[in-house]
């Protein structure tokens, strides 16, 4: 089975600096999908980011991008000039790629890191 | 368009009652996904649905839990006889098929059991 490990239960950062969030997995599949999900206050979900196993190139979106290793099994997110709605808590995620495998379309998830930004 | 819509948005039961949450996904969204938010366990997988059947059951935590899912659109998770344990935020995900890696979420359902 995959698990996913999110080490930093907290981080906080101030207006406009640079935060990185840590997250590693673990799974002997070669195909899958990386994410980030944010969950603020109102308990929406929202979709980040996303990367591709086979893809050896970064995702980015904006301000949002990733550090994806993949022999190193560690995919973190950074987010540049923080701003105050970025508050939130993060969850990385997990989702093989296999069709008709055991695991196939659910995510997993780590879990999650408060992320504090301070004006 | 609208997204996915959970419903209700916060319920309060006796131990023992059974309860209903709704979940309506995304129009066009062939996959469903409930999830469940706990201090204690984090976020878990419960059941996966393409159409209306369920290729995966495998979170469901016990017999008392069960889900079905109508007319390849609104599904519904049911359940039985709640405890205490099953106080935890309900989220529902569709994405546009099984295969499709996006899956968007509700807003959840917040389910406190006294």
């Known amino acids: 089975a995959q698990t996913v490990t999110q080490s930093q239960p907290e981080m906080s950062v101030q207006e406009a600096e640079t935060v990185t969030l840590s997250c590693t997995y673990d799974?002997?599949?070669?195909?899958?999908?990386l994410f980030w999900y944010k969950q603020p206050p109102s308990r929406q979900m929202i979709l980040v980011i996303r990367?591709?196993?086979?893809?050896?190139q970064n995702a980015t979106e904006n301000r949002f991008s990733v550090n994806f290793q993949k022999a190193a099994k560690s995919f973190s997110l950074k987010i540049s000039d923080s701003q105050l709605g970025d508050a939130a808590m993060y969850f990385c995620a997990y989702r093989s790629a296999y069709a008709g495998g055991t695991s196939y379309g659910k995510l997993t998830f780590g879990q999650g890191t408060i992320l504090t930004v301070h004006p | 368009g609208a997204g996915v819509s959970q419903s209700p948005s916060n319920k309060v039961t006796e131990k023992g009652k059974d309860v209903e949450l709704r979940c309506d996904p995304i129009?066009?969204?062939?996959?469903l996904y409930w999830y469940r938010q706990s201090l204690g366990q984090g976020l878990e997988f419960l059941i996966y649905?393409?159409?209306?059947?369920?290729?995966?059951k495998s979170g469901l935590p016990s017999d008392r839990f069960s889900a079905e899912r109508t007319g390849g659109s609104v599904s519904t998770l049911t359940i039985q006889r709640t405890q205490q344990e099953d106080s935890a935020v309900y989220l529902c995900a569709s994405s546009l098929s099984g295969g499709a890696p996006e899956q968007y979420f509700g807003p959840g359902t917040r389910l406190t059991v006294t």
């Open positions: 649905f393409q159409g209306n059947s369920a290729p995966d």
């Open positions: 990367q591709e196993a086979y893809k050896q």
């Open positions: 799974t002997s599949e070669s195909d899958y999908y």
């Open positions: 129009s066009g969204h062939t996959a």
